[in-house]
């Protein structure tokens, strides 16, 4: 049963509708799964109940790429996939997860009974989904590794809403969505460590200077 949407502005009780109009299925998954392909042929859409989720694919020297990350309440939809390459893209779990699948024409078509709750929830993910591919689109298009660090920390802080916060992926993991090497990357955080710009701690973080400056 879904019990929470990321974002969308609702009661517990307002779910009782949602799910006799979405008709959920819940399946669990071990860390390291896979979860399922994109591909247009695939008409669900999955919302992540519990755990982390990325969303993976191999480039032209078969090298993972991060290109997305899910975490409790976050929507995916599976059947949208670029035409240009024969790529696949991958939902795999990181964490144990559990998620419920729901039918992409059932989440597309607005109901009669529960219509303003649905829009609710369709409107939250499409903000949400084009915030955050805008924020990677954003830090994968600054010029240095300082650049993209610091972006990608003050959009973890604005959704945190907090100076301290735990980052969302482990720090190997980290370089990979950055498409930065990881060494390089651990040097540069440690420099700013040294120069008082953030406090680090595995994979807690604390900012100390205003990055938005």
Do not use: W
Request: charged share 30%; hydrophobic share 30%; proline share 2%.
């Amino acid at each position: 049963m879904i019990e929470e949407i990321g974002g969308a502005k609702l009661k517990k009780s307002d779910f009782i509708g949602i799910n006799e109009c979405f008709k959920p299925i819940e399946r669990e998954y071990k860390r390291g799964e896979i979860i399922t392909t994109y591909s247009p042929e695939n008409d669900t859409i999955c919302i992540i109940k519990e755990g982390t989720v990325y969303l993976t694919t191999d480039n032209a020297e078969n090298q993972r790429r991060i290109i997305s990350f899910y975490e409790k309440g976050d929507i995916i939809v599976t059947c949208i996939v670029p035409e240009s390459d024969n790529r696949i893209f991958y939902l795999s779990a990181k964490t144990n997860c559990k998620i419920d699948f729901v039918k992409y024409s059932k989440f597309t078509a607005c109901c009669e009974k529960h219509c303003s709750k649905h829009q609710r929830i369709i409107s939250t993910y499409i903000k949400k989904s084009h915030k955050k591919s805008l924020a990677h689109t954003d830090i994968l298009c600054q010029q240095t590794l300082r650049s993209k660090l610091l972006t990608f920390f003050e959009y973890i802080k604005t959704e945190k809403g907090k100076n301290t916060f735990y980052l969302p992926l482990p720090l190997s993991d980290l370089a990979d969505y950055l498409s930065v090497d990881r060494s390089a990357m651990m040097r540069e955080i440690k420099k700013m460590n040294e120069e008082n710009i953030i406090i680090s701690e595995k994979r807690k973080i604390t900012v100390i200077e205003d990055l938005s400056e």
